[in-house]
């Protein structure tokens, strides 16, 4: 039993470990012959207490796993962190940056039950005469579902990736415009780095949060040039986002062009009027865009965390009728030959989206996978530090199988006994 808690403890709370089989054999090497010789550890699957080598299964979605989204959401805090402030490879300068954090919608597809603000924030009526509660479910669903735009809400969510990358194209362009540069000479003097991530509203549209900034021609290493100025990135934003458009498919006669919508909000980092009058500080972006990245279509929609296999499981499914339209919306698309491409049905649980909920372009800062890299260094370092072997002299022979996922009822029964390694976003990733 002790053993099989320690086993459960080293997942820090996840809940849907992967079950893998096989073995792994460390050997110690001569550094100057390379010749092999004693083995220094052996670990056979068989003879573990669960029975199999148990690893998290680094979920994102805190509905799926909340440990793993919980390591997720730091690891992106940092990431976005580490572009704002410098940190994690990126030199302190990048805070002196023009910087801006900037959220992009969708357009309206039909009137939808809301909560309109007006003036010092005060909430007025919805258009159906109803003053809806926060935590009304009637938020985001449509006043008439008979002539809500379905097919157009799943569509731009399925182009919504490729929209983005145009947008992030045009941008440049417009910096460069907007400084009086053609675009050869724009990428000798500046080059403009963004991180996002995609959100759905309770319509069941992803909208982008993204912190956008301007450096130098090598990125966060050069300071931007004297003209960059947060101001010049806002209206070349404006501009590109009014500029930008996809061209979507032809169904029955029907051109669907993808655009942004018409609310567009791009505030300066730092400012005093975000949030309800909060400042706009790094680490306040940086949460705000973290808390997002563990979420999906099921936090915004009560839709599904996981594809669907067959249609019928529709009738089964405790969800909005909202949701279960725009999923029936996607799965009727992705039968049409001429949409192969959009792998409508594979991501119909996700209401069309099929893009990468957080990203980033390659200056910005650190990568996730840099953070897991780290971590996991930090790891080996310390059980090289408790078995006195230093990680250079040993040979590591392993072959690992896949024999399922989750724990046995027993197993989540002890697991529920120890505290999940959750923390804040403050702490340390190597922690």
């Not at 919504?160 to 540069?181: D, H, I, M, N, Q």
């Not at 006195?388 to 029964?413: F, I, N």
Request: charged share 25%; hydrophobic share 35%; glycine share 10%.
């Amino acid at each position: 039993m002790p053993a099989l808690l320690r086993q459960l403890a080293g997942l820090g709370g996840c809940t849907h470990p992967i079950r893998l089989d096989g073995h792994r054999t460390e050997y110690d090497v001569n550094t100057r012959t390379g010749e092999i010789g004693n083995v220094l550890h052996h670990l056979d699957s068989s003879s573990l207490p669960a029975g199999h080598l148990l690893v998290r299964c680094n979920n994102r979605r805190t509905t799926r796993c909340a440990a793993c989204a919980e390591v997720y959401r730091r690891d992106t805090f940092h990431l976005i962190t580490s572009g704002l402030r410098g940190g994690k490879g990126v030199p302190e300068r990048v805070a002196a940056h023009p910087r801006v954090f900037a959220t992009f919608t969708a357009p309206s597809f039909g009137p939808v039950h809301n909560r309109p603000t007006g003036p010092a924030g005060s909430v007025r009526r919805c258009r159906c005469g109803t003053l809806h509660d926060q935590d009304d479910p009637a938020l985001g669903t449509p006043l008439d579902p008979d002539t809500y735009d379905y097919e157009a809400a799943v569509l731009w969510n399925a182009h919504a990736g490729p929209l983005w990358r145009r947008f992030s194209t045009y941008l440049r362009r417009e910096v460069a415009k907007c400084a009086g540069l053609t675009q050869r000479a724009f990428r000798e003097h500046a080059r403009v780095s963004f991180a996002k991530v995609a959100e759905y509203q309770k319509r069941g549209t992803v909208h982008f949060h993204a912190v956008i900034r301007i450096d130098g021609p090598e990125g966060g290493d050069t300071p931007p040039p004297a003209w960059a100025t947060a101001e010049l990135l806002t209206d070349a934003i404006r501009a590109a986002t009014a500029a930008v458009r996809v061209e979507g498919p032809v169904i029955d006669g029907r051109a669907h062009v993808l655009t942004f919508g018409r609310q567009l909000d791009v505030r300066t980092i730092r400012s005093a009027d975000f949030d309800g009058g909060q400042e706009l500080s790094e680490r306040a972006v940086a949460a705000y865009i973290a808390k997002y990245a563990t979420k999906g279509a099921e936090t915004a929609t009560g839709a599904l965390d996981r594809p669907l296999k067959f249609l019928a499981e529709l009738a089964q499914l405790d969800i909005s009728d909202h949701a279960r339209q725009l999923i029936r919306t996607a799965w009727t698309l992705g039968a049409r030959k001429d949409l192969e491409h959009l792998r409508l049905r594979a991501w119909a649980h996700m209401l069309g989206f099929r893009g990468h909920f957080s990203t980033k372009s390659r200056r910005y800062s650190t990568t996730l996978g840099a953070l897991r890299d780290a971590r996991a260094e930090w790891r080996r370092a310390q059980a090289a530090e408790a078995t006195e072997t230093g990680p250079d002299t040993t040979l590591v022979l392993a072959h690992w199988v896949y024999a399922g996922t989750g724990l046995t009822d027993a197993e989540a029964w002890l697991a529920e006994t120890l505290e999940p390694a959750l923390g804040t976003e403050g702490e340390s990733t190597h922690g």
